[in-house]
């Protein structure tokens, strides 16, 4: 069974920081990239960054410069460092992983951790 478990969210200030990891169990084999997504209140799950096995990361246009993506295989974990918060940065914030086996592209997603910045 894949289980991906979120920890680090949380209240913040605007302008402070947080460390979201995400632990990754189960099934990893052709584990090709992971990521975070958020969804803020009432809006839709947007795109935050995404990291490959190769270590390419890629992030949304309102986050760069401010939160970085970066992953321990050894450790089966992914981590987001935010900084610089914003109150627009407030959302439910999730992990997701991708697998991808004889040309099959399987995903999986955690439970999502909350974080809000207050202004």
């Known amino acids: 069974q894949v289980q991906l478990v979120e920890s680090g969210g949380g209240l913040v200030q605007a302008g402070g920081s947080l460390r979201l990891s995400c632990a990754m169990s189960?099934?990893?084999?052709?584990?090709?990239?992971m990521g975070w997504y958020r969804q803020p209140p009432g809006k839709q799950r947007e795109l935050v960054a995404t990291i490959t096995i190769g270590g390419n990361t890629n992030y949304a246009d309102s986050v760069k410069g401010r939160f970085t993506i970066s992953s321990d295989i050894a450790k089966n974990t992914v981590y987001l460092q935010m900084n610089s918060l914003k109150p627009e940065d407030t959302a439910v914030y999730s992990c997701?992983?991708?697998?991808?086996?004889?040309?099959?592209?399987?995903?999986?997603w955690g439970q999502g951790t909350q974080v809000t910045v207050s202004s």
């Open positions: 997701m992983r991708t697998r991808v086996v004889a040309g099959h592209e399987y995903d999986a």
């Open positions: 189960g099934n990893i084999f052709g584990l090709s990239a």
